[in-house]
């Protein structure tokens, strides 16, 4: 199978605008490292969608998955910061019946949680029984802010369009 031509020295994390780390320093060459990755954003799904064509796919769908900043994540790239967290204000106007929190859940031998993401946080874990997590749960945890700002991560995107063909 062929390959996508990328930059090999691009150490991208998938942060948006986070340099490769031989960039760090600000100016210009920020700025273009930003381009850079912006540009990448929106190359990559179409070029990958193209090579799956070229190999037979029909309809390939694809998603690209934004970093959750969680577990080995943390020391990899870095954790959330404090401001990456779902404010009222965001979720004015916002449709939440996008994030799969407020339809669904998550039955473990462990208990129930708010959604799959976080069946390692015990503030997710709703209760024992299916009963005991059928109301709402706050927004609060920082991976909550990830599907807030890169989309219900763990919902299908094409079902409802939006993907990338």
């Known amino acids: 199978m062929g390959g ?3 930059p090999s020295d691009l150490a991208w994390n998938g942060s948006l605008c986070e340099a490769p780390p031989a960039l760090h320093g600000g100016g210009l060459q920020s700025v273009r490292a930003c381009w850079l990755v912006l540009s990448l954003q929106l190359y990559v799904p179409f070029a990958f969608v193209e090579l799956l064509r ?11 998955i934004p970093t959750l900043r969680l577990g080995a994540e943390v ?6 910061y404090a401001s ?3 404010t009222e204000d965001m979720l004015e106007d916002f449709d939440e019946s996008q994030l ?6 998550m039955v473990t031998n462990r208990g129930v949680y708010v959604c799959p993401i ?6 997710a874990r709703m209760g024992d029984e299916i009963e005991d997590a059928l109301g ?16 219900a991560v763990c919902s299908n995107v094409s079902a409802g369009g939006g993907h990338v063909s």
Do not use: F, M, W
């Open 136 to 151: 709402a749960y706050p927004l609060d945890q920082s991976a909550c802010y990830t599907c807030y700002v890169g989309g």
């Open 84 to 86: 990456e967290r779902i």
């Open 54 to 64: 070229g190999e037979g796919y029909e309809r390939p769908r694809i998603k690209i």
């Open 100 to 105: 799969i929190c407020t339809h669904s859940r």
């Open 75 to 80: 020391e990899r790239s870095r954790g959330y």
């Open 4 to 6: 996508l031509n990328l």
């Open 118 to 123: 976080l069946i390692d946080n015990p503030a």
